[in-house]
């Protein structure tokens, strides 16, 4: 079936690094979403990237979607405590199966 | 509206009780989804609802494992004989068709 990978498993940067996680699908997908899920909190949507080679950015945050939707990352830009969590990617399959395949996340830890 | 709601937000249970968790989507979402996640890790998918489709089950790791949707809204986990590998956080997610999914704040469950 249907998997996406996520790497890496675990980043710790200092703050002001910057940081990159990929998500890379077996399958391609219809579109991509990434998630944040901070520390005891819940995943909270970020963003959603449909178009084979679309970039997107949010602030510090760039996400891009591979020319042949089957990746995607996730940069962000001079890191601050702000940004700990765990990222997860999660691909959309379309066709009859309407459930987002997550990545098992990146988790980012930042030292101050 | 509000958010995403699941009750109750902790629950202890003995080892081979049965349990129910519910799940409060937002009004007028169309799909709602059960997650599984384990202390540190990502998010297994259990099971999804989208309309008056036959939900997805593909997920659910045993017949101890079920769910239903009343109405088209409120939806019912229930884990039968439970047994101490399914302490987890149990998430709830709603959407409208496709789109970002809603989390709610999840149900911590610890089987002893």
């Known amino acids: ?37 901070r520390p005891g909190g819940h995943p909270v949507f970020l963003i959603q990237l449909v178009k084979s ?12 979607f591979g020319e042949a939707k089957k990746n995607s990352s996730l940069h962000i830009t001079a ?34 | 509206g509000a958010g995403v709601s699941q009750s109750p937000s902790n629950k202890v249970t003995e080892k081979g009780k049965d349990v129910e968790l519910r799940c409060d989507p937002i ?5 709602l989804y059960w997650y599984r996640q384990s ?22 790791p045993s017949d101890r494992f079920s ?10 986990l229930t884990i039968q004989r439970t047994q101490q590998e399914d302490s987890a956080v149990y998430l709830c997610a709603s959407s409208f068709l496709f789109e970002k999914q809603y989390f709610g704040p999840g149900t911590r469950l610890t089987v002893t």
Request: net charge positive; with cysteine.
């Open chain 2, 27 to 31: 009004s007028g979402h169309t799909a």
């Open chain 2, 67 to 76: 769910a239903e949707r009343t109405g088209g809204s409120v939806s019912t």
């Open chain 1, 53 to 64: 080679g679309e970039v997107k950015k949010q602030k510090r945050l760039t996400f891009q």
């Open chain 1, 79 to 112: 890191t601050q405590t702000t940004d700990v969590g765990t990222y997860f990617c999660a691909g959309a399959g379309g066709g009859s199966q309407g459930n987002l395949i997550f990545g098992k996340g990146t988790k980012l830890s930042v030292k101050p």
């Open chain 2, 39 to 60: 202390l540190g890790q990502g998010l297994e998918f259990l099971i999804y609802f989208q309309g008056n489709s036959a939900p997805d089950k593909s997920g659910l």
């Open chain 1, 1 to 37: 079936g249907q998997q996406v990978m996520q790497i890496p498993q675990y980043q710790h940067v200092q703050e002001g690094e910057d940081f990159t996680t990929y998500c890379n699908s077996s399958t391609t997908l219809s579109n991509i979403q990434w998630y944040k899920q």
